[in-house]
């Protein structure tokens, strides 16, 4: 069964923008503290931003001011604004609890270059 699908990623150049969206199946969603993860080529995936049941977000020093995380619990749905992007953002980007309690997704794959 599949339990996270993520969308939205793209090639977009320096400076633009994208919106990422997951899609997650566990009814338990509502409850949990969500997070984006990207993992670049070659590198460990980490944990990019994080956003709490009530709404409370986190978010690594690379990427803040820039990028937004918000959720639909109604639609079991977390999203990740992106914008001012850099080539140093290119990654596959996941979504899922910072307790890490689904499987993962297959991700969507953000390049940025010129």
């Known amino acids: 069964q599949v339990e996270l699908v993520e969308s939205g990623g793209d090639l977009v150049q320096p400076g633009g923008s994208l919106r990422l969206s997951c899609a997650a199946s566990?009814?338990?969603?509502?409850?949990?503290?969500m997070a984006w993860y990207r993992q670049a080529p070659g590198k460990q995936r980490e944990l990019v931003t994080q956003?709490?049941?009530?709404?409370?977000?986190i978010y690594a020093d690379s990427v803040k001011g820039r990028f937004a995380i918000s959720r639909d619990n109604t639609k079991r749905a977390l999203y990740l604004q992106m914008n001012s992007l850099k080539p140093e953002d290119t990654a596959v980007y996941y979504c899922?609890?910072?307790?890490?309690?689904?499987?993962w997704g297959q991700g969507t794959q953000v390049t940025v270059s010129s």
């Open positions: 899922n609890s910072v307790s890490r309690l689904y499987s």
């Open positions: 566990k009814s338990s969603f509502s409850i949990l503290t």
């Open positions: 956003i709490s049941p009530g709404g409370i977000t």
